[in-house]
């Protein structure tokens, strides 16, 4: 299975992003799937996740900003993140939604938010 994850760049804070991810390799419309974040000399944590049938949940911080989406279709996953702060700064990462058995990482992409 591979994950690819695209569209990260460098904003100004207030700013908008529009990350995609594509899935290859796998039935993707059976998993639950998520986005994560990895900040600069931080683990990797969940930022938003979708599942299956569409179900949505957010970290608390993300919750009003981000919209996490899903086209199984096209083997898609997108994450819309609007208000950007810097603290949202980091490398973002798709995978499944799950603590222990998740798909080998992509190279993720990487977001900077400039103050």
């Known amino acids: 299975v591979q994950l690819q994850a695209f569209g990260g760049g460098l904003v100004q804070a207030g700013g908008s992003l529009g990350l995609s991810c594509h899935v290859i390799?796998?039935?993707?419309?059976?998993?639950?799937m998520a986005w994560y974040r990895q900040g600069p000399g931080e683990q990797r944590v969940l930022v938003a996740a979708?599942?299956?049938?569409?179900?949505?949940r957010y970290v608390d911080d993300a919750e009003g900003r981000f919209t996490i989406s899903r086209d199984n279709a096209r083997r898609m996953m997108y994450l819309q993140m609007n208000s950007l702060k810097p603290e949202d700064t980091g490398v973002y990462y798709c995978?499944?939604?799950?603590?222990?058995?998740?798909?080998?990482w992509g190279k993720g992409t990487e977001v900077t938010v400039s103050s």
């Open positions: 390799g796998a039935n993707f419309r059976i998993y639950n």
């Open positions: 995978n499944r939604d799950s603590d222990s058995n998740r798909f080998s």
């Open positions: 979708i599942s299956s049938g569409g179900s949505t």
